[in-house]
């Protein structure tokens, strides 16, 4: 674990030294939990943008897009239960005056005893070589059985606590099972509250009377709201949906793990509006779906997998994660809900509005059920960083750090470079750029040797390098080197563009999706 944690501050130095993500305010000594996107982070960023949108509003006929306002009536807020429960409960140190998550707290000394189980089934394993079972051992040994029974009643104790909104057990929960602030080391905690996670705003000048608006913590209700007039005016018939991709807000209590955790981010949100009845059958199908447009990317199959919830929220009929794989272990990076008729029979109720919608072929009007896709920009652009960051070790004993992006999420996909900064050799290199600009992003680079070009590429994950010799200027041919196998081939000029439209465009990813 160490060790991941050594290459995940390794990957965070790398995304700053390569024009990926800066600290917001860093000559003011930063702001916490807030980022900056550089040069290449926001072309990444954009790129990842681009292939959930296309793949949502492309290869969807019945779904839409649309961009609605970060600010909203304050009451969609009210209705949306946000003002009322969009809580974490927090508790201090008082030693070491740092505040923490007391959920958070309960679920890491959970994730503890699973640890005390696995280390004994690891030593287990090694010790009894090919004849382990491992199942019967779960089942018999006692020390696995007692962190077991430890495990499951916390677990028993910590979800009833929550459930009841019950501050002063959580509370004694930490107290009881001894848990220390990691910094301070010591016992010395405060009492648990609750903390709304939304900022707030004035609207309006006083005179006028102001108004307290919110920052949107989520980016679904704008599409709630607006449900109504993309069906009447884009003549939609159910099961339809509405992608949405913006900013969204949250005042994160502990911001930990750089942008896996930000106080602003920005969501890819879709809701599908489904007959009632219908939303397990459409749950499922999202379900599949989306993890498909995950494994596409190619960053490793074993690296996902689904965390159904057991405890729903109360809207909710069903729930599950797409968890990722990242450094610092499985964590949560898209959402799928099915989240019932709840947020519309709430608009519906605080609005006084009727915003059902009329099924023509059953002849009736009712309240759409919604299933929900919810996935972060940022930590999609941690995980496709993260699982492509790497150090590698080359036979002549040089080592060179390349990010294996997907070609078609790299922020640039070509590199052209004159082997030489005479003879001619510029002028031609730029005659190739001036073809290429317009379909790639296209980066000319003739400083410094021809090695220290290609780490520079390597490093930011440009798939392709295309170097211009004498040989060029005779025969019209380049060599074409690949990012990940460093393979170099020559190549006519005339093919170049066909070459690496096949490899980066979004086109050969989306069809993979069908
Ligand atoms: P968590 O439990 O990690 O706080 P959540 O369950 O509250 O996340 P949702 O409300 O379901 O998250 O939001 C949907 C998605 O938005 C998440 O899967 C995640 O990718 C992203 N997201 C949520 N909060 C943040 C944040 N503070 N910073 C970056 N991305 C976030």
Wanted: hydrophobic fraction near 40%; charged fraction near 30%.
């Amino acid at each position: 674990m160490a060790q991941q944690e050594d290459v995940f501050k390794k990957i965070v130095a790398h995304a700053k030294e390569y024009g990926f993500v800066f600290q917001s305010s860093e000559i003011y000594d930063g702001l916490a939990a807030v980022y900056d996107y550089g040069q290449n982070g926001v072309e990444l960023k954009n790129n990842i943008k681009r292939y959930w949108w296309d793949a949502m509003t492309l290869l969807h006929e019945n779904i839409v897009g649309i961009d609605s306002a970060i600010f909203m009536h304050p009451t969609i807020w009210k209705a949306s239960g946000h003002v009322d429960a969009f809580n974490d409960p927090l508790i201090d140190n008082r030693d070491s005056k740092k505040r923490y998550r007391a959920d958070v707290l309960i679920e890491d000394q959970i994730a503890k005893y699973e640890d005390k189980i696995n280390k004994e089934v690891a030593k287990a394993a090694k010790r009894f070589g090919e004849s382990f079972d491992e199942a019967m051992f779960r089942q018999t040994n006692p020390r696995v059985l007692e962190h077991q029974a430890k495990r499951d009643a916390l677990h028993q104790r910590y979800s009833d606590a929550m459930n009841a909104n019950d501050l002063a057990e959580l509370k004694q929960i930490i107290v009881d099972e001894g848990i220390v602030c990691p910094i301070s080391g010591t016992k010395n905690w405060t009492d648990v509250r609750q903390f709304n996670l939304m900022f707030k705003t004035e609207m309006g000048s006083t005179a006028d009377g102001s108004m307290t608006v919110y920052l949107r913590p989520e980016t679904a209700q704008g599409i709630f709201v607006n449900y109504l007039n993309v069906q009447k005016t884009g003549r939609m018939r159910l099961p339809f949906g509405i992608a949405q991709i913006g900013k969204a807000f949250r005042n994160e209590i502990v911001a930990r793990q750089f942008i896996f955790r930000m106080r602003e981010f920005e969501q890819m949100e879709m809701q599908f509006f489904v007959r009632p009845g219908e939303e397990l059958k459409w749950f499922k199908q999202w379900k599949e779906w989306r993890l498909k447009w995950h494994k596409a990317l190619g960053l490793g199959d074993q690296k996902y997998r689904y965390h159904d919830h057991e405890k729903l929220a109360h809207y909710a009929n069903a729930a599950t994660d797409i968890e990722f794989l990242m450094p610092f272990g499985f964590k949560e990076v898209e959402g799928i809900h099915s989240r019932t008729n709840f947020d519309l029979s709430q608009h519906e109720k605080f609005s006084g509005k009727n915003i059902k919608y009329f099924d023509p072929e059953l002849n009736e009007s009712y309240v759409p059920y919604v299933i929900e896709t919810s996935i972060g920009v940022d930590r999609m652009f941690l995980s496709v960083l993260c699982s492509s960051y790497e150090e590698q070790a080359l036979e002549n004993g040089e080592k060179r750090v390349v990010l294996h992006l997907p070609e078609a999420l790299a922020p640039v996909k070509c590199a052209v470079m004159p082997l030489v900064r005479k003879d001619g050799l510029p002028d031609k290199a730029r005659e190739i750029v001036n073809e290429l600009k317009f379909d790639f992003a296209t980066h000319y680079d003739e400083k410094d040797s021809i090695g220290k070009r290609y780490r520079r590429q390597d490093a930011i994950g440009t798939p392709f390098c295309i170097t211009v010799d004498h040989q060029t200027l005779d025969d019209n041919t380049v060599t074409l080197r690949e990012r990940d196998s460093m393979e170099q081939t020559r190549v006519n000029v005339a093919d170049l563009h066909k070459l690496i439209h096949d490899r980066v465009s979004l086109t050969s990813l989306l069809r993979k999706l069908g």
